[in-house]
Structures are given as structure tokens and as C-alpha cells.
């Protein structure tokens, strides 16, 4: 499992209206407290006079609980900047949408990327190195992926993971065709790394079209943006996916509407709805979405009929059992990330849950990331919530608004 200390605050959070877990074996919970210590979940469901001797007390007025979202497709560069939008604070903003923790689609948008053997490896080893300690608005950053490339030799995949380096794209590598990632996608996973691969049509100079039969040929870890980065592969892929693969099949906000519910039917036929991730593919061309998840949560649960607590979980605990990380599920023992959520105001829904399954995004009330508050009370960037979110006791010099 791969995480980072936490805060040593302990928080305390109380009057929950309802949990979502993030475990799509498990979806839903019934508790209205929640105490955090030293970053983790120290209890669910605790009594109220556990709350005592917390040092910042959070009244959820109601609201749902959530694990903080995790983006499994972001295209990093370095510090909370994109180039590819020329816009600064970003992932800070990606806070205030509830993504407590973002990881790299490969530093692919890094200008003037090198393309050379030693350079390759030194863009993978310092990107993961500048965000080991790095924490835009709060957010965990996983970084440094390796650019698959015939530059490289296949011993370098122990060599970097050995370095720390945990994360392998395949997809913008100079191969004449896509099946000459495989012998590279085998040495990586073969040294513990997590291997993805673009798929679908071509996005940027250097990508190229990747089809259902590559990525049956490349058995990757994740069929990135398997909708569409924008454009998707051809329908009937999405059924061999589902069926003749264990590969996770990353749904992208920046993709195919139509062939994301497409995904999601062949993989609920499939009983495969564990492996469908959700993540936005962004920032890209297509823009920056600080809410990217939360629309995609609402599209797979009022078009797609995908029950809303089993979206979040697409969003949450998927990503974190596919990656290896112990945030995304709300219990004892993992990481505290944690998002308040409601209907937005002036909707029609009484609830976070309903909201989404209606078509609406979800209000963010508060968001937890290492047992730390991030902001309490509004969101910069979703609606209001119905309920309010209020700190309620705070005895450290501190402010969360």
C-alpha cells in the first residue's frame, strides 16, 4: 500500500446523515460520527463523548460522508501548474471538486519532454521526488510515471522502481505499432509497477490509435480513458474487454459519453463492475474540470443507472485497490480522506445520493485529507449544499474556511 504521514490533529466529525463507503462490496453505512488520528480513521460510529477530546470538531449538519475522491488521470507536470492550459493552482482548485488524491497520467505535457534514455528515466524519478512532499491545497500526489519508449532498455524498469518510481504509460513511445509495448509492459509489471496504456484514438503529436486487440496483447494494469482520450476504439472492444480481460477500465470525464454507459453495460454483464475506475483525463485540451468526477459519478448514475453509492466507489475504492493506495474507503485503519456532500441547493433532492442518481453533482461541504480540514462550509467551486457544515470546535491555530 502506498500512502504518507498524516496529520497528528485529531478531528472528530459528527451529526453524518449517511456514509458512503466506497467499498462497492459494502456501499452504504449507518453512523453519524467519524474520529481521525494521525491521519488515519481511529473509529466509525464511535459514541458522541469520543468527540471530546478532539481538537477540531466538524458538525456535518446531516450532510452524506464520502471518501475524498481519487483522480486516476491527471495529467501532472510539475508543481500546480499546466502548461497545457497555462493555468496555475489547479489541483488546488481539483480540492474544492472533493479530489483528495491525483495520480499521473505520465508527465507526457512536460514542455520540451526528452525523449533519450537517461532523460526519459530523469523526468520519471523527479517528478515522483518533487511531489513526495508536495500537497497542493491538500491533495496527495502520486507522480512519475515512466514513458514507455524503445529508448529504453528493459532492465530500466527494476532500476526505476528501485528508485521509487511505481507507475509505467505505455502509448507516446516512438514504436512503429502499438503491439512493440509489450515486451516493456511485461518488464514493468514485472517489477511492480502498475502499467497503463492509452487507448482509443489519437489525442496529442507522439499518441497514437490503440484498439481492444493491443490492449488484449499488452495486458496492462488500466485501459486509460477506455471511452475515449477523446476518441473511443471501436464498440465491440468494449465487450471484449469486459469479458476476456482483468483489465481496469478507466471511464474519463474527457472522453465518449455514449461509449462510457456503453463501458459500463458490457461491464456490469460481465459481473466486472469492480474493475471500472472513474477519473476525468484532464488537464487536456479538453480543459480543466475541477468537478470532472462528480459530473461522471452523475452521467454513470442517472443515464447509466448505476446506483449512486456504487459511482462513488468507481471513484474511491476502485482506484484505490487497482493503484495499491489506502485512502478511498471510509474504515477503521485507512487514511483519513474524507468529503462532506449534499444536494445542492435550490435542486430537487433531499440528499448527495439522490441528487446523483438524478443527474445533479453532488455539493461539497467539507473535505478531510490526511485527517486534516481543508476547507469547511463551501466549496469554491460546486453549488452550496443544503445543510450547513460548520466547525464547531477548533483548539488549534487554524482556519478552514
Known amino acids: 500500500m502506498r500512502h504518507n504521514e498524516g496529520s497528528d490533529v485529531k478531528l472528530g466529525i459528527r451529526n453524518i446523515g449517511e456514509i458512503a463507503t466506497g467499498d462497492l462490496d459494502a456501499p452504504l453505512g449507518q453512523a453519524d460520527t467519524i474520529v481521525c488520528k494521525d491521519g488515519r480513521i481511529e473509529g466509525i460510529g464511535v459514541p458522541a463523548a469520543a468527540l471530546d477530546d478532539c481538537e477540531v470538531v466538524i458538525d456535518a449538519g446531516g450532510c452524506t460522508a464520502a471518501p475524498g475522491l481519487i483522480d486516476s488521470h491527471v495529467h501532472i507536470t510539475f508543481g500546480d501548474f499546466t502548461p497545457r492550459q497555462n493555468v496555475v493552482g489547479y ?138 482520450g477523446p476518441t473511443a476504439m471501436p464498440d465491440a472492444d468494449f465487450a471484449r474487454l469486459a469479458n476476456e480481460s482483468d483489465v481496469a477500465l478507466q471511464i474519463c470525464t474527457a472522453g465518449n459519453l455514449r461509449t462510457a454507459l456503453l463501458c459500463l453495460e458490457e461491464a456490469r454483464k460481465a459481473d466486472a463492475l469492480h474493475r471500472v475506475l ?63 456532500m449534499d444536494a445542492p441547493d435550490g435542486g430537487t433532492q433531499t440528499s448527495a445520493l439522490k441528487a446523483i442518481a438524478h443527474g445533479d453533482i453532488a455539493a461539497i461541504g467539507a473535505v478531510v485529507s490526511d485527517g486534516m480540514p481543508r476547507f469547511v462550509g463551501r466549496s469554491r467551486n460546486t453549488p452550496a449544499t443544503c445543510r450547513k457544515v460548520r466547525v464547531e470546535r477548533c483548539d488549534i491555530p487554524a482556519s478552514f474556511g
Open 91 to 228: 489541483l488546488s482548485s481539483y480540492v474544492h471538486g472533493g479530489v483528495t488524491t491525483s495520480i499521473t497520467a505520465s508527465e507526457v505535457h512536460v514542455p520540451g519532454r526528452p525523449h533519450d534514455r537517461g532523460g526519459l528515466k530523469a523526468l520519471a524519478l523527479a517528478a515522483r521526488a518533487c511531489f513526495e512532499g508536495y500537497r497542493p491545497g491538500g491533495m496527495r500526489v502520486h507522480a512519475g510515471s515512466i514513458i514507455l519508449d524503445p529508448a529504453l532498455d528493459l532492465s530500466d524498469m527494476a532500476e526505476l522502481a528501485a528508485g521509487g518510481v511505481w507507475l509505467a504509460k505505455a502509448g507516446f513511445g516512438a514504436f512503429d505499432d502499438a503491439f512493440g509495448y509489450a515486451p516493456y509492459v511485461k518488464a514493468a509489471r514485472e517489477a511492480g509497477m502498475i502499467t497503463t496504456v492509452h487507448t482509443g484514438g489519437s489525442s496529442i503529436p507522439g499518441s497514437g490509435a490503440i484498439s481492444g486487440d493491443h490492449i488484449l496483447a499488452l495486458d496492462p494494469h488500466v485501459s486509460f480513458h477506455v471511452n475515449g
Open 278 to 340: 472513474i477519473a476525468t483525463d484532464t488537464p487536456t485540451g479538453s480543459g480543466i474540470m475541477p468537478l470532472g468526477l462528480l459530473y461522471t459519478m452523475s452521467h454513470l448514475s442517472a443515464l447509466g443507472g448505476l446506483a449512486p453509492e456504487l459511482a462513488i466507489a468507481c471513484a474511491t475504492g476502485n482506484n484505490a485497490r487497482v493503484y495499491g493506495l489506502e485512502a478511498g474507503v471510509l474504515a477503521q485503519g485507512r487514511l483519513a480522506d474524507i468529503v462532506l
